[in-house]
């Protein structure tokens, strides 16, 4: 089998997460701050952080379109701040986002850091037990366009995770557990050309 490399988009936030599990997949991980990191990635995960920030870094570093060209044929993972930055439109985000993917975003859904929560997800597309789902100032998908896969639903009915062909969002941190089914899953999208 060939070896992965994943780039993990390291301009702020919680990427150091993502980079500790993947290597305990046996990934190669390569942390992503300018176009150049790009080069020779097969996916790409952007982490959680302040997406207002992440947005502004992400123009600073001269990143949006060499983002945008990576997404089209290659995968990409947004979580919490990755998934405001990914969609076509976010609510309360004075900024570009990348517009990857065709779902609308609401920020701070659930209010400030003090009403961060954790819950037990059914996910569409994963094995067994729930998925233990960290939200903290988490967004939520108001709305998904057509050839987007809902993934995962609150009990009370917000969609929190989605698909669109090689391109994942997730409104929680999965990588502030133990449970690696979802970095598996994101690495799975290499195997098939979309």
């Not at 490399?5 to 993947?22: C, K, N, P, R, Y």
Request: charged share 25%; net charge negative; hydrophobic share 45%.
């Amino acid at each position: 089998m060939q070896m992965v490399t994943v780039g993990v988009l390291a301009l702020q936030g919680d990427f150091a997460e993502h980079e500790a599990i993947l290597r305990r997949l046996g990934v190669d991980v390569r942390e992503v701050r300018l176009p150049s990191d790009l080069t020779d990635l097969d996916s790409l995960i952007i982490p959680g952080g302040e997406s207002t920030t992440i947005s502004r870094l992400l123009a600073m570093y001269g990143l949006m379109q060499p983002l945008r060209d990576f997404a089209q044929h290659k995968p990409v993972w947004g979580t919490c701040a990755g998934m405001i930055v990914m969609a076509k439109t976010a609510t309360n985000l004075d900024r570009e986002t990348l517009n990857l993917m065709d779902i609308e975003v609401v920020r701070n859904a659930f209010g400030r850091q003090i009403d961060s929560f954790e819950t037990a997800l059914a996910f569409d597309e994963l094995d067994g037990e729930p998925v233990k789902a960290v939200f903290i100032r988490a967004p939520l998908i108001r709305q998904v366009g057509e050839g987007v896969k809902v993934l995962a639903r609150l009990d009370s009915g917000e969609v929190v995770a989605a698909r669109q062909g090689h391109l994942l969002v997730t409104a929680f941190h999965p990588e502030l557990t133990d449970d690696a089914r979802l970095h598996k899953y994101f690495l799975s999208f290499g195997d098939n050309d979309d």
